[in-house]
């Protein structure tokens, strides 16, 4: 019997599959995340530990845990977590891959949509009395047949959103890490953001790439917040260098009440919920549930982390 710490109560049966499978599970109760202090008393004794994306997993942690054995992250990337400092220690990390493409893939299409026929907009102005007459003038979109839409990342969720894309007309090109991102982004109409957050992609959209893209240009990330520079973006935004944008994920996230993203023109904020379908969130707790269940048995997991990048 392992004795494994979950961050969070999650969604679907993997808790309870841990625990018919002969496992002491701890989960820490709330709707919040674990403090940093809660987090470190959690692992102290725990042989594997079953991570959300806001939970800061590096050496310090680790070295808290003389026990851990495993880490598996309810997500599909990783960067809260040190894979280097992991892997130094021995201890394997996995990933909810391939599960969450498809909710992504939907969510970014109806930011798509939201965003280009000001949904939004319409909305807040249908209830708070704004809407008097049809408006031949008002309230006026972007048509997306013939639109040209870049997908910057050629992974299986950049191509589910090109899938989607594709019967609305769309003109769709991808960029990927060896091509010219400044001259891609100069072509599009939209830019959809699926590429992972690391020291590559930090900030890859800054003021220069905003600064690249059209006048028009709509701007959506369902990816992490940290892949755009948040501050160049507010500004780009205020000064009209890019039409508007969409956003699943910010930097910080959640930002503070008093974040000038907020008012920030044109910009449609959503809370992190490329993954929030119950079929998605479960089969994300179950991919965790089976990594950790293999490697406390002495076994590879099935979905394992990239490895780390070379030093």
């Known amino acids: 019997m392992a004795k494994i710490f979950v961050a969070r109560a999650l969604p679907g049966n993997a808790i309870q599959r841990l625990r018919e499978a002969g496992h002491e599970v701890t989960v820490h109760g709330g709707s919040v995340p674990p403090t940093r202090e809660e987090l ?5 004794e725990a042989d594997a530990l079953l991570s ?52 992504t893939a939907d969510l970014t299409m109806a930011l798509l949509l939201a ?25 006026l979109g972007r048509e997306l047949r013939g639109a040209k839409l870049l ?10 959103v090109a899938d989607r894309a594709e019967p609305f007309g769309m003109q769709i090109s991808f960029a990927g890490r060896d091509d010219d991102l400044h001259a891609a982004l100069a072509e599009a109409d939209i830019v959809s953001i ?14 220069a790439a905003l600064a690249a893209m059209k006048p028009h240009a709509l701007l959506i990330n369902t990816t992490r917040g940290g892949v755009v520079d948040q501050a160049a973006l507010i500004e ?13 994920v910010t930097d910080p996230e959640p930002p503070p009440a008093d974040d000038p993203i907020y008012d920030a023109p044109n910009c449609l904020i959503v809370p992190h919920i ?6 998605t969130r479960a089969a994300m ?19 394992p982390a990239p490895p780390p990048p070379a030093a």
């Open 285 to 303: 707790g179950n991919c965790a549930a089976d990594n950790l269940l293999a490697a406390l048995a002495g076994d590879p997991m099935p979905t």
């Open 194 to 207: 699926h590429c992972p957050l690391n020291e590559q992609t930090r900030h890859l959209i800054d003021a």
């Open 115 to 139: 965003a280009a026929r000001n949904i939004p907009e319409g909305e807040r102005d249908a209830r708070e009395g704004r809407w008097k007459t049809w408006e031949p003038e008002g309230w």
């Open 236 to 248: 780009a935004l205020h000064a009209g260098t890019i039409g508007s944008a969409a956003l699943d």
């Open 151 to 160: 997908i910057i990342g050629r992974g299986r969720i950049g191509q589910a």
């Open 52 to 103: 959300l994306l806001t939970d800061r997993v590096d050496g310090e942690l680790l070295d808290s845990a003389p026990q851990l054995k495993a880490v598996a992250n309810f997500a599909v990337g990783c960067d809260n977590i040190d894979l280097a400092a992991a892997a130094e220690r021995g201890i394997p990390v996995g990933v909810a891959a391939h599960v969450l493409t498809d909710a």
């Open 40 to 44: 470190v008393a959690g692992v102290a």
């Open 274 to 279: 490329g993954s929030a379908t119950a079929t």
